[in-house]
């Protein structure tokens, strides 16, 4: 298919009705308020549902909410979500919670803050957090680990109390009444 070119007219030839639409918008922004932002003292507000950097958050008692179920470590489509599961052995000061991780990493370089982690998390120990100014002087200090992801997070105040309800569960089933034959 072959599009004609159609012909310039007089006042198309000269292109000054292009050059006074050109300074007319120039004119225009010259006079308005200006909108540069004077960053990193000025810091731009991020609308609500930004995604920022994860972090992980601590219960009411101190302990990290992660369960470590690995499940934000097969989502994460970078493959920047690295958890060292305790083992057998557990933590023994978790006291009725499960299971803590042993190591838990975020290679901020690889994350996409795509926020799957957040989404799929059981437990609610995996937040986004709206910080979006990520920084860092070598590659190894934007592998944040579990301490540094903790003390971004800090603690969380959940109302639900999951693990004093399982501790009351379990102590109600020990003294529940059975029924010799």
């Known amino acids: 298919m072959i ?6 007219n007089f006042w198309e030839r000269l292109y000054l009705p ?5 300074f007319k918008v ?6 308005s308020k200006k909108i540069t932002m004077q960053y990193p003292e000025e810091k731009w507000v991020v609308p609500p549902g930004y995604r920022g950097a994860p972090y992980l958050v601590k219960d009411q008692e101190n302990r ?3 369960v470590s179920c690995q499940l934000c470590e097969f989502v994460c489509p970078p493959k920047a979500i690295r958890i060292t599961p305790p083992g057998p052995a557990g933590t023994p000061d978790a006291g009725n919670v499960e299971k803590g991780p042993k190591e838990f990493e975020i ?3 690889r994350c996409i803050f795509c ?4 989404e799929v998390c059981p437990e609610e120990a995996i937040f986004l957090m709206k910080d979006y100014s ?5 590659r190894k200090e934007m592998i944040y680990n579990k301490e540094k ?27 529940f009444p059975v029924k010799e034959i």
């Open 115 to 118: 926020g799957f982690c957040q």
């Open 64 to 66: 990290t909410k992660c």
């Open 149 to 175: 992801l903790l003390s971004l997070g800090g603690i969380h105040q959940d109302k639900i109390h999951k693990w004093q309800h399982k501790a009351d569960e379990a102590r109600a089933q020990e003294n």
């Open 3 to 8: 599009v004609k070119r159609e012909k310039l």
């Open 107 to 109: 290679n901020m370089l």
């Open 18 to 22: 292009a050059l006074v639409g050109g």
């Open 26 to 31: 120039t004119l225009r922004h010259f006079f």
């Open 134 to 138: 990520l920084t860092g002087t070598n």
